[in-house]
Structure formats: C-alpha cells, structure tokens
C-alpha cells in the first residue's frame, strides 16, 4: 500500500479513496530532477516504489482518455503543502518616495544653441568638444590604442605574477 512521497501529505492508496498515485519519472532524467526540486526534501531521492498522490498536479495534468488516467508528458508537480520554513517568502516592496528639491534649489535651463541656428564652424566645434567621450581619432586609431594597451595589461599581469612567485618562494626558505 504506497504512501505520497510528499511532505505533509498522508494520502495512502486505498480502494475508492479517488486519488491516482504516480510513480516517479526514471526514464526521463531532466523531468525526474523537476520532481524531485519541486518537492524540496533535502537528501533525498525518490526510490523505485515511492509515487506522489494526484493532489500534488493540476488538473490539466491529466490524460483521462483512456480507462486509466495517466499523466501527460514532460509534467511536474507544482501544488504542495509546505511547512512554513519552506514555504516561499513573497514580500511587497514599497512605493518610492516622491523626491523633491530643495525650496532653495534654482533650476535654470542651460540654453545651448540648437544645430540648426549655428551658421560658423566656430560653433559646431565648440559642440563636438563640449562632451568628454567625444574623440576626434578614427575608430581604426582607437581600436589600436586598445589593442596595445591590452597587450601591456597582460604583460603586466605575468610580472605581477611571476614577483608573486618569487616572494613566495623566498618565504618558504
């Protein structure tokens, strides 16, 4: 007479109790370790005999088609009773607090001229140097300078490591 593998669950496989009992998936590896994580026990696993009661499904989970219901492919359990230090915590977060300034903040619009009004090449200079990720050097330029650069990185890395050796060995004499 098997008994549900699930915690807190005491269903027994009686005659007319109108719970099915399914034994656990071994034939397909990834759905088994599904079951067995959605079951949460620690250390445990399911032995060839151990089954979990219908109560542990959903109802769409079934296959009543035939005279036997059955489970349909690839399902998991997902409906269990845990105790409460196993039971998920699901805390609502507060609302944001509105952020105000300051009644002595002054808030002034920066009035910039817009590209369409600027007429002199003085101008748009003065834009394209106005930012600091702005760089005047052609991409092919930059990727250089980012490739000797990270060669030095690297070589610094094997100095750095190679003096780490060396104290270590000479603290070992």
Known sequence: MPACASINCTNR???GC???FHVFPFSQPEILKKW??????DNWSPSKKSVLCSDHFEQSCFDRTEQTTRLKAGVVPTSFKFPVHLQKCTKKRK???E???PPDADIQCAKEPMAEEMTTPSDISIIQTDHTYFTKESPRAMKHKLDVTSAK???MKKRLKVSQQ?????HKR
Do not use: A, H, Y
């Open 18 to 20: 109108g719970k099915t």
């Open 36 to 41: 067995v994580i959605s079951m949460k026990r």
């Open 153 to 155: 990185l690297c070589e």
């Open 95 to 97: 609302q944001p607090k």
């Open 166 to 170: 060396k104290t270590r060995r000479l």
């Open 13 to 15: 496989q009686l005659r």
């Open 99 to 101: 952020r105000l300034l």
